[in-house]
């Protein structure tokens, strides 16, 4: 990539803001994630209901992102919509989610597309889901009947934080049987993932059976052959890098939580065009494995620590496993009140990007997490990770200081960072 001398960020660089369908769109009636939300007894907090009603709005929120001055913008295909029933594929869902494209390309805004965050639809969860011995086939049907719309796409991301989802996809087993909300009550390991994944924390989740992980695997390259077969599309995935850092003696440890959370998946991109790499916070690993948040430290809404370093600690991380392939930051940000604390967030962990890029690695574009507040999982709409927030009756959008601030750096592609 040329490179802005004026700016440490390359000419052509993305920057944008990133989605996700269940999050955002609203009524994902299909889908397991739906179903888990009205179980007695479940660890969602509330409801997703209508979420920021993007399924209606997202054209208004294209606009808002462009007017001001982001260039990218990653959402996500709903299979639970494409997908409803087995075998039947909706070509009126597949039509809207192609209008979106259309609307993103003729504004001038790159869509980042990924096809599958977090939610499967119901059928597939109530047949075994990600562990069923079909997993892998149906998924690969899915992505075969969503590459027609993907014409004109550069960056196509198959699999959220298979990471993460390795452990995540054991919430929807309640929904395999004819009393759910009862096999819910009796697993508490299940009960611990979903609130693991709240946080996006490996210290408060158990770890990925190696099964699972060679599912995600498996599911990855199947996709990608197909994506690179019937499209022109680059193709990647998207990992949770966790930045875990070793206390003195504990070197070993680390290299296991490595290993078991993200090397596995970050080795896996070595065949891919890209990596999405995601980030957040950075953790200890010591006696008692992954410490979590240091006493004293200052923490955000989902208690974890305050730790605008850990996206260069991640893109560093990334970028030796993979062997150097291109990167594309594919969330970043922080859940807080405090909208300057946000602003503050994001110039260390920008200011990041760019020692990384001076050093010679190679990271096209930043998408914040996220664009609008939104539906964060089992904490319901209490967290706040957006640089708009929203009203929740009449879904009025308005940008916080935060959103004007990205966009007066994404305007002068980071020349004026501070």
């Not at 259309?102 to 939610?119: I, K, M, N, Q, W």
């Not at 003195?248 to 070595?270: C, F, I, K, N, P």
Request: charged letters at 20%; glycine letters at 8%; one cysteine or more.
């Amino acid at each position: 990539m040329a490179v802005n001398t004026d700016s440490p960020f390359p000419t052509g660089f993305l920057w944008g803001a990133s989605c996700a369908p269940h999050q955002n769109e609203g009524n994902n009636l299909n889908s397991d994630m739906w179903a888990l939300e009205q179980l007695p007894g479940s660890s969602f907090a509330e409801r997703s209901g209508d979420a920021v009603d993007f399924y209606h709005r997202w054209k208004e929120d294209i606009d808002l992102l462009k007017s001001l001055g982001l260039n990218a913008f990653r959402f996500g295909i709903e299979w639970a919509r494409v997908e409803p029933v087995r075998g039947e594929f909706s070509a009126a869902e597949l039509a809207h989610y192609r209008r979106i494209i259309d609307y993103c390309l003729a504004r001038g805004v790159e869509p980042v597309v990924t096809l599958h965050h977090f939610s499967s639809p119901l059928w597939f969860a109530q047949a075994g889901g990600w562990g069923s011995a079909e997993a892998v086939d149906r998924f690969g049907e899915y992505v075969e009947a969503v590459c027609p719309i993907l014409d004109g796409v550069t960056w196509v991301a198959t699999i959220n934080e298979p990471n993460m989802f390795a452990v995540m996809y054991q919430m929807s087993i309640p929904l395999q049987y004819p009393d759910p909300a009862a096999v819910l009550a009796h697993m508490g390991a299940a009960r611990s993932a979903v609130d693991g994944e709240a946080g996006l924390n490996a210290f408060s989740m158990p770890e990925p059976k190696d099964e699972a992980a060679q599912t995600m695997l498996r599911a990855h390259a199947r996709a990608r052959d197909i994506l690179r077969t019937r499209t022109s599309a680059k193709v990647g995935w998207t990992v949770a890098v966790q930045s875990l850092v070793a206390r003195e003696g504990y070197e070993a440890d680390l290299d296991h939580y490595q290993r078991v959370w993200e090397d596995t998946y970050l080795e896996a991109s070595r065949d891919d065009d890209w990596v999405g790499v995601q980030s957040y916070t950075s953790q200890l690993v010591g006696p008692d494995g992954l410490e979590g948040a240091p006493e004293g430290a200052e923490l955000t809404q989902t208690a974890w620590a305050y730790r605008p370093d850990a996206l260069e600690i991640a893109l560093r991380r990334a970028w030796a496993v993979t062997g150097g392939i291109p990167m594309i930051v594919t969330e970043n940000g922080i859940a807080t009140s405090d909208d300057q604390r946000r602003i503050d967030y994001t110039t260390g962990a920008l200011n990041g990007v760019a020692q990384t890029l001076a050093d010679g690695l190679d990271v096209r574009g930043y998408l914040h997490w996220t664009f609008i507040d939104n539906f964060e999982w089992v904490h319901g709409y209490a967290i706040t990770f957006g640089l708009v927030a929203v009203d929740r009756i009449t879904f009025e959008r308005t940008p916080k200081e935060s959103a004007s601030w990205l966009g007066r750096v994404a305007e002068t592609n980071g020349a004026h960072l501070s």
